[in-house]
């Protein structure tokens, strides 16, 4: 873990106008707090010290609450999809040299306030708990576990496998939500007879920068794993644009759907003066922080 570079007053100072501008809850202080005393513990107890800031109320609005409670009861399903695929023991627990999965409530401290009213505009808002691993070893977990009436294993385009990286053990989790609506309805501030270079760029002017993202290989993986687990393949009768994986440049679109003859995934690309009223985006939110 990085050392934090400031002085106990420096940080103190920092936290107390995050609490001013409403950023902080009183969970957040107690998972900050742990996470702090890692790497500077003489910040910590000066930190839980501090009453201005531990004595915060966070205002939510109704939507934020309701999807709040969605989250949860949706966690359990995510550890479901990794045991499913394998990242998991039965018991729910990490393979040996592997992080452990984080608790339901350093998920939710991972998250800001700006990205829970976000994501509480998804048509269906999903919570997506990502193994920090190599895109080979997802797609090896996919292929391991294969659906009923697949006939073959996910087909992965030369782009990916040339720019991955990261290893099989799982050296940490990212959080994610993600929005997992079956198929995604067009965005009123979108033209889908446009091509998709066109597109892409009128995407991220309406989205809400820096807090709301699109989607890459790993958010879209699983996304993948979870809908197939639970029988319901997203992107049957479309495709989504990974329009926040690192491959996207001015010569290729990564974009990524199901195949409902084959039944498996497929990871491709198309070069951006192409166009298709199918090819559809997905917004996302959070997964900036590494949690290990």
Request: charge should be negative; charged fraction near 30%.
């Amino acid at each position: 873990m990085a050392k934090l570079d400031v002085t106990p007053d420096q940080l103190i100072d920092a936290l107390r106008a995050e609490k001013e501008s409403g950023h902080l809850t009183a969970e957040h202080i107690q998972s900050l707090a742990d996470l702090i005393s890692d790497v500077r513990p003489d910040v910590a107890g000066k930190f839980m010290e501090e009453k201005s800031i531990t004595e915060i109320k966070i205002p939510r609005s109704p939507a934020t609450v309701e999807l709040i409670k969605r989250l949860e009861a949706q966690y359990g399903e995510c550890l479901t999809t990794l045991k499913h695929y394998g990242f998991l023991t039965e018991n729910g627990e990490a393979k040996e040299g592997d992080i452990n999965p984080p608790s339901f409530e350093k998920v939710m401290v991972a998250f800001i306030p700006e990205e829970f009213e976000i994501a509480s505009h998804f048509q269906k808002p999903v919570l997506l708990l990502i193994p920090e691993t190599s895109f080979t070893a997802k797609v090896k977990a996919m292929d391991a576990h294969k659906q009923k009436g697949q006939k073959y294993d996910t087909l992965v385009e030369d782009i990916y496998k040339k720019t991955d990286s990261g290893s099989d053990k799982i050296t940490g989790w990212r959080v994610v939500i993600a929005d997992g609506a079956q198929e995604m309805r067009a965005h009123k501030d979108t033209r889908p007879d446009l091509h998709f270079g066109a597109r892409i760029m009128i995407r991220k002017g309406v989205r809400k920068i820096p807090y709301e993202k699109g989607m890459d290989r790993h958010k879209y993986i699983l996304l993948m794993m979870d809908a197939i687990r639970s029988g319901k393949p997203i992107d049957k009768k479309s495709r989504t644009i990974l329009d926040d994986d690192p491959v996207l440049c001015d010569s290729q679109v990564p974009n990524a759907g199901f195949d409902p003859e084959d039944r498996n995934v497929h990871f491709g690309w198309s070069i951006p003066i192409s166009t298709s009223k199918t090819y559809c985006f997905r917004s996302s939110v959070g997964g900036d922080v590494l949690i290990s």
